[in-house]
């Protein structure tokens, strides 16, 4: 259980996330909606200790997260793996060794300095490329690939953290329809496959109610919306989006994907 007690992170006068208090079972599929500059990325960034709150705790069964420092500091970060935008690979390298830096935080730096990964740590790299039908590509260089390629190569090196949670920060917003979809399906996968918690922020409302069981709806740095995508009103989407509601909802909510079911080509994909 993830439990956040009154977190803010202050930039200047500014607060970017404004006492947030959350719990977050076990499990989850959780969207984190609201329009551009509402706080998603600092939130996450946050649970990840990838920045420092101003105030309140991140607890995680137990156990302080917001205390850590040091080796527990680094553990954390590989139990709490992050997906960005822009896929964060090192370009020049291949895939398989990009997924194995997933496994950076379970073996010694001169493993990964001299490339002499453990028979274990490529079984799970490679199994975890498997599971996104892309260990084909093991070899090949990570910026040789396609954007929606290059983010299930993240999404891999993620699972090879072998995570309790996956902080997902907009992990579409530089993909088409069609590579959307199947990251938005990999997620799902790594959820109801794997049981790991998912918090994913995205811009996009139809998205958040096609693939999440619970939505969490900021504005100005605050939750203003938390609960199930049917008890999202049209009232409380244009309250979260305002001017930009119309753009992020233009398309009716598909029933969500059955797992490891694709649902039909290019359906709510705003
Ligand atoms: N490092 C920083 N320094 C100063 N201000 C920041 C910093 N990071 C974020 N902010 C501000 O905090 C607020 C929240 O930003 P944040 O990126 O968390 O929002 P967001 O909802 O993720 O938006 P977006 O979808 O555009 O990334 C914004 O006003 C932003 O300008």
Redesign the pocket.
Known sequence: MLVIEGLTRR??D?E??SHVDLEIGEGAFIGVI??????????LRMINRLQDPSAGRILYNGRDVTALKGRALREWRAEAAMIFQQFNLVGRLDVLTNVLMGRLATVPAWRALTKSWRPEDRAIALSALDQFDIAPLAAQRADSLSGGQQQRVAIARALAQEPALILAD?PIASLDPRNTKIVMDALLRINKHFGITVLC?L?SLDLARTYCDRLVG?AQ?RVVFDGAPQALTEQVAHDLYGLEAGEVMDMPAAAKPAFGSAIPEGAALA
């Open positions: 930039f200047g500014k970017a996330v609201g329009r551009s500059g509402a706080g998603k990325s600092t939130l907009e922020n811009h900021m740095g």
